[in-house]
């Protein structure tokens, strides 16, 4: 039986990642997310783990990218400032798939912004902040023990799926403090393995039948090849139009072909739903409540949760849009979510925004406002 | 003929290489294979990492398991694998540009944390992979494209930013002093620590032609002329200085690896190995 | 007397092997490749082979009983 602790949510993302396994992490101090950094300090020497503080934000994903391909399960942490600057070897972590995690806890920007404060401003920036087309997996906590669990989450999707896994948190679930119930142990996708040898004529890009590589790790005696080019089944750069429409397409479908097994909603209030608030992370705690508040009202409101931020949860908002009349979006920006849930509703449902990006978290009583706005009871 | 035993370090069907007629970045990867050998590192267990650039193409010729990272970033990524796998020998390949330029900051934080790695720098003095511009290491008064007037900045010395850094092994060779810069490069390998070698190349393409210097064998004509072994250097006089340069182990000391550093410290914080 | 490999297929002719060949056996043809010209003369220094970037060109010194 494990024992219940206080614990914050950064403390629960390093506990989580060394139960998933990982086993290596290298960082740089930023705020929000330091204490991610300072726990694997503490926690990773006692568990024949690697930390280390490296010189600036790009040197520790590299450094994380190094390590994953020596066999390591590698993470490293960051809020946005230092998620920008680690932009250029995201890509190459998509494109030489090499499995990682990425935890982002998310401060108000742009710029240094407002460093303590919380903001859900990255959405866009984790998705689309490399150059070039490559999928992206997120996935987003909205408390303590789901910190836990997604970082768990996002270090086995690394390895199934070989790519860097963003944890896309925010300054409210990372310096939250709740009593925890953590698990004895948690179930770990393995690093994939070659099956054959390079006699057999072994390619370590060679996509196994899930599309995905099974990459040899350096020092297993395969002398593969790795490289931020584009490459075909060996490796190698190839200049060719075929290899690399090959190669773009093979990223994408590889994460595309699972469909929503791994774009995770959770759904509340929703089966008489004439209305629909949809957030993630830390200000889904609040919608939740202003939706119980709503309810006692007797407004027919609900709450989507996404879990999975990325790959984005087109269906789940498609099927949403189809039930209820109007959605909202709560979110920490001055709208980002919003764009996208507004795109997957192909306008079957009213889409309108209730953001914020003044340093503070929204509050039940702002977005009970908003929805009995959208409800029609104004007062 | 007797095949050349370096031949084995070279992937079968990759050569010819990419680079230029007289470039010489094929002697410096020529030295590498030699101080492997000599040094009898395994092919199975030696990982080549290597920048973005015409001399971090140098890793995809090898037979080994290689890296071919990011502009820049090769320190970073090798100092990730060594730890992860301490059991593995790790080479880095970088030229200038990726080193001291946009690799600055790795390059003087790895001098300080003092992995064990072995980074040879080809220093071609210009950037050539995009036709020839500027780089930290392009001498002043020089032409390149960027600086059509001539260069106006002074150049580093990369071997005095490392040995200031803290680097437990540095030295500097040519290409035309193929063997002497193949010895500076085992001595990197059997140093535990942070070993920096710097490699003149010679870049009749995009350096050479624009300042004149004539074809890939008179550059290296002048390496052979003006390189000056360091006993010889220290004996010469300021006025006999000019326009030469030394060659040879500059710096050795004993500083503990990060690596034996981090045994410790696993040791002082009770964890199991 | 000494045997001469090239591999022509890595040669770029860039004139390294032929401007250190202390005896002036070596020449680039008009189509860029090395060729050993005047092998008799070769005293087998070896510079040709170590200074070439390309591992294009091998020099073998035969003894005197191979030679035969």
């Not at chain 2, 320190?75 to 330029?101: E, Q, S």
Request: proline letters at 5%.
């Amino acid at each position: 039986m494990s024992k219940a602790r206080l614990m914050q949510g950064n403390e629960a993302c390093a506990e989580g990642a060394i139960a998933a396994g990982v086993n290596f992490f290298a960082g740089y101090p930023i705020t929000p997310s330091t204490e991610i950094a300072e726990s694997m300090a503490k926690l990773l020497p006692k568990k024949d783990g690697t930390f280390l503080q490296m010189e600036d934000e790009i040197a520790s994903f590299g450094a994380v990218l190094g390590a994953s391909l020596a066999g390591a399960k590698a993470m490293d942490a960051t809020s946005g400032p230092g998620f920008s600057l680690k932009q250029e070897l995201i890509g190459y972590g998509a494109c030489a798939e090499i499995p990682c995690v990425l935890v982002d806890v998310q401060r108000v920007g742009p710029s240094t912004g407002q460093p303590t404060a919380p903001s859900q401003g990255d959405i866009m920036q984790v998705r689309w902040g490399t150059h070039g087309d490559h999928p992206v997996i997120a996935l987003s906590p909205w408390s303590v023990r789901e910190t836990f669990d997604l970082t768990v989450r996002a270090v086995n999707y690394s390895e199934r799926f070989r790519t860097p896994v963003i944890l896309l948190m925010d300054e409210m679930v990372g310096h939250l403090r709740e009593r925890v119930e953590l698990p004895e142990s948690v179930e770990v996708y393995p690093r994939r393995r070659p099956h054959e040898s390079r006699a057999e004529g072994y390619e370590p890009y060679r996509p196994a039948s899930d599309g995905v590589p099974d990459t040899a790790d350096f020092g297993q005696g395969y002398h593969i090849h790795v490289t931020g080019l584009i490459h075909d089944g060996t490796g190698f750069p190839a200049g060719s139009p075929t290899v690399t429409r090959d190669d773009i397409r093979r990223l994408h479908k590889k994460i595309e072909r699972v469909g929503e097994e791994i774009i995770h909603v959770e759904e509340s209030f929703l089966e008489d739903a004439r209305f629909a608030v949809v957030a993630m992370g830390g200000t889904a705690r609040t919608a939740y409540e202003a939706v119980r508040e709503a309810r006692k009202e007797g407004i027919p409101v609900g709450l989507l949760r996404l879990i999975t931020v990325w790959p984005f949860a087109d269906a789940a908002l498609l099927r949403l849009a189809e039930r209820v009349d109007s959605i909202l979006v709560a979110e920490l920006s001055y709208g980002q979510l919003v764009r996208e849930v507004d795109r997957a509703v192909h306008g079957k449902a009213r889409v309108e925004l209730c953001g914020k990006y003044d340093m503070t978290s929204l509050t039940p009583a702002e977005i009970l406002a908003n929805i009995r706005k959208l409800a029609g009871r104004d007062a | 003929m007797m095949e050349r035993s370096y031949e084995k370090y070279f992937r079968e069907g990759r050569l010819p290489h990419i680079w230029c007629p007289g470039c010489g970045n094929g002697l410096a990867m020529k030295a590498i294979v030699m101080a492997i050998e000599e040094k009898g590192l395994p092919q199975d267990e030696t990982v080549i990492v290597s920048g973005i650039g015409c001399s971090s193409r140098a890793s995809g010729y090898m037979d080994f398991d290689t890296l071919h990272t990011a502009h820049g970033r090769a320190i970073p990524f090798a100092t990730g694998i060594k730890l992860a796998n301490p059991r593995l020998h790790v080479i880095v390949i970088t030229g200038d540009g990726d080193c001291t330029a946009i690799g600055g900051n790795h390059f003087i934080h790895g001098c300080r944390r003092n992995v064990d790695l072995t980074v040879i720098m080809f220093n071609n003095e210009i950037y050539g992979m995009t036709g020839g511009q500027g780089s930290p290491t392009t001498p002043l008064d020089r032409l390149t494209t960027t600086a059509p007037y001539g260069t106006s900045v002074r150049p580093f010395d990369a071997c005095h930013i490392a040995m200031a850094a803290g680097a437990t092994y540095v030295g500097r060779s040519t290409a035309y002093h193929v063997r002497h810069l193949a010895k500076l490069i085992g001595e990197g390998i059997d140093n535990k620590g942070f070993s920096f070698i710097e490699a003149y190349v010679q870049c009749p393409t995009a350096y050479g032609r624009k300042n004149r210097l004539g074809s890939g064998a008179d550059m290296m004509k002048h390496m052979r002329d003006s390189a000056v072994m360091l006993s010889a250097w220290e004996k010469l006089p300021a006025d006999k200085r000019q326009g030469k340069f030394p060659i040879g182990c500059f710096l050795k000391r004993e500083v503990e690896d990060f690596n034996t550093s981090y045994e410790e410290l696993v040791d002082r914080a009770g964890g199991v190995r | 007397m000494s045997v001469f490999t090239i591999r022509e297929e890595r040669c770029k002719g860039c004139g390294i092997c032929v401007a250190f060949c202390p005896k002036n056996v070596l020449e680039v043809d008009a189509l860029s490749k090395v060729h050993a010209v005047r092998p008799e003369d070769c005293i087998g220094c070896g510079q040709c082979e170590l200074l070439c970037p390309d591992f294009a060109i091998f020099v073998d010194k035969m003894d005197r009983e191979a030679a035969k």
